[in-house]
């Protein structure tokens, strides 16, 4: 067990998977809490915490007084805007989520999402039926009248709704074909800490189409199209692939910065269930991803 300096009267434990015994260890437990727990902590903070190796996994202790300072410098205010609502109508609205935006509220009540900020813009209430991780970006799609909820339920539960996704990946898999599909069973590794894997039995049924839409020797920009809707799903995917998502550190993605995980909600396809019209609704990726595409050598989109 490490020694600690910090005064940590009162700790929380991380539990972080050890991918090696060559990892540096500390680098390891940085970017997992400033990426994956977004936790303002300096990296002179972090060689000071109390950590010990067991069952492949880094127990780090980190005192509350740091977690506090979450709270303060994480907050996102966002407010809706005529770039960011793609489609509205008396029935539904379609808006592009920023990374780093919660879909819906968290533990802290003060904390602005993107539920909240759809409810502000329609002055009304208004209804949420599927969500984007807190890092990813992309479209989410509200309906904004009660009688609505179980057709688009029905979408959702059906798969008569198309999901379109971008991810930039890398390293490159061994043997790259330019479309593949994922299909496997996922499951919680532990109750402590949510990270998806694959398992033999048992799990939930989890399928998804992939395209390589451009690709060098050293990271592909990829089209995933999941036909189910399990959690972390794309992202558990394409690391067991061998092409994790650039940014996600948690699925052994490369770690960039600034930090997210560079996964986009580029489309969306269905009926509307008023006029039954056929839509379809693209975001453009966001300028981090246009920069990131441009620091791996390949074409913005």
């Not at 999941?226 to 699925?251: A, F, K, M, W």
Request: contains cysteine; positive net charge; aromatic residues 8%.
């Amino acid at each position: 067990m490490k020694k600690n300096n910090l005064k940590n009267n009162k700790i929380k434990t991380f539990f972080i998977d050890l991918p090696s015994l060559d990892e540096d260890i500390l680098k390891l437990i940085f970017n997992f809490l400033t990426t994956q727990r977004h936790i303002q902590i300096s990296e002179k903070d972090c060689m000071q915490l109390k950590y010990v190796m067991k069952n492949g996994q880094i127990h780090v202790d980190v005192p509350v007084d740091i977690l506090k300072r979450k709270a303060i410098i994480t907050k996102i205010n966002f407010e809706l805007s005529s770039e960011t609502v793609l489609y509205e109508d008396d029935g539904i609205i379609v808006v592009n989520k920023p990374s780093g935006l919660p879909s819906q509220a968290t533990l802290d009540p003060t904390r602005d999402h993107l539920y909240a900020a759809v409810q502000r813009w329609v002055k009304k209430e208004a209804f949420l039926h599927h969500r984007l991780d807190f890092e990813t970006s992309g479209l989410v799609l509200f309906s904004k009248k009660r009688s609505l909820n179980k057709d688009i339920g029905d979408m959702f539960q059906y798969k008569t709704i198309q999901k379109t996704y971008m991810a930039i990946v890398a390293p490159m898999p061994r043997e790259k074909t330019t479309q593949f599909v994922v299909e496997n069973n996922l499951a919680k590794m532990n109750q402590k800490i949510l990270k998806i894997h694959s398992v033999k039995s048992g799990g939930d049924h989890a399928k998804t189409e992939f395209e390589f839409l451009q690709s060098n020797q050293q990271a592909g920009l990829i089209k995933a199209s999941p036909l189910t809707g399990r959690t972390h799903q794309i992202r558990v995917h394409l690391s067991e692939y061998g092409c994790p998502i650039v940014g996600d550190i948690l699925y052994g993605g490369i770690p960039i910065n600034p930090q997210r995980t560079m996964l986009h909600a580029f489309q969306l396809e269905f009926t509307h269930p008023i006029s039954h019209e056929l839509m379809s609704i693209t975001a453009p990726p966001p300028t981090d991803f246009a920069h990131c595409l441009q620091q791996f050598g390949l074409r913005n989109v």
